[in-house]
């Protein structure tokens, strides 16, 4: 089963444009259509007939939120790709707040962790969304890969700079899996002297 996090924006719509990212790196997720949803373009590269795909949208919730709308067009925008593919799709979120405190961001990842199954291929989005969201889904899934045996396949920053009027210049898409393998690796050097773990640092970062 493929599992898909997806962090959605709670800016305005309007805000929300569709984009061709053209990709930096690996090219077997790179998409020549526009998407709104980043991600939707690489599931569209992957996705299979019949293949069940769990897509999970985190919302950040708020007075001024506009994530429910949001979470609304990419949804049908992904259900347009899969017409003409035919996954198995199934749908689910999980409410957060603004407010970083410890006790939001407890119970953000006890909420994504059990939503995580085991043997998943977890496939993340963290294009859009508030730094600390970014950081507790990235411990999310550091846990399911720990005890839960699944792989980490995708996780997938989508980039583009606004000037002025809303235009937008340089978009591109980066699969940044190599950063949570790197802070992975970081995580298990133990008792390693520095001068070591300086070395296997550097032998990582030329690969």
């Given at each position: 089963m493929k599992v898909v996090i997806v962090i959605i924006p709670a800016k305005s719509p309007g805000g929300v444009k569709a984009i061709t990212y053209p990709v930096d790196g690996n090219k077997a997720i790179e998409y020549n259509k526009p998407v709104r949803c980043p991600i939707n373009g690489v599931l569209a590269r992957t996705m299979k007939k019949d293949e069940e795909v769990r897509i999970i949208y985190i919302l950040a919730k708020g007075e001024n939120s506009k994530c429910e709308q949001n979470k609304r067009?990419?949804?049908?925008?992904?259900?347009e790709i899969n017409a003409g593919i035919g996954a198995k799709l199934e749908y689910d979120e999980i409410e957060t707040s603004f407010e970083p405190t410890k006790r939001t961001i407890n119970k953000f990842l006890l909420d994504l962790t059990e939503k995580i199954p085991g043997e998943a291929e977890v496939y993340a989005d963290i294009t859009y969304g508030y730094k600390p969201e970014s950081l507790a889904l990235l411990c999310?899934?550091?846990?399911?890969?720990?005890?839960?045996?699944?792989?980490?396949?995708?996780?997938?920053?989508?980039k583009a700079e606004f000037i002025a009027k809303g235009e937008i210049i340089n978009p591109k898409i980066f699969d940044i899996s190599a950063l949570y393998y790197l802070f992975k690796m970081l995580g298990s050097m133990g008792t390693t002297d520095d001068e070591t773990a300086s070395n296997i640092l550097k032998k990582f970062l030329v690969m």
């Amino acid at each position: 089963m493929k599992v898909v996090i997806v962090i959605i924006p709670a800016k305005s719509p309007g805000g929300v444009k569709a984009i061709t990212y053209p990709v930096d790196g690996n090219k077997a997720i790179e998409y020549n259509k526009p998407v709104r949803c980043p991600i939707n373009g690489v599931l569209a590269r992957t996705m299979k007939k019949d293949e069940e795909v769990r897509i999970i949208y985190i919302l950040a919730k708020g007075e001024n939120s506009k994530c429910e709308q949001n979470k609304r067009i990419f949804l049908q925008e992904l259900e347009e790709i899969n017409a003409g593919i035919g996954a198995k799709l199934e749908y689910d979120e999980i409410e957060t707040s603004f407010e970083p405190t410890k006790r939001t961001i407890n119970k953000f990842l006890l909420d994504l962790t059990e939503k995580i199954p085991g043997e998943a291929e977890v496939y993340a989005d963290i294009t859009y969304g508030y730094k600390p969201e970014s950081l507790a889904l990235l411990c999310a899934i550091r846990f399911a890969e720990e005890f839960r045996n699944v792989n980490i396949e995708y996780i997938i920053y989508g980039k583009a700079e606004f000037i002025a009027k809303g235009e937008i210049i340089n978009p591109k898409i980066f699969d940044i899996s190599a950063l949570y393998y790197l802070f992975k690796m970081l995580g298990s050097m133990g008792t390693t002297d520095d001068e070591t773990a300086s070395n296997i640092l550097k032998k990582f970062l030329v690969m």
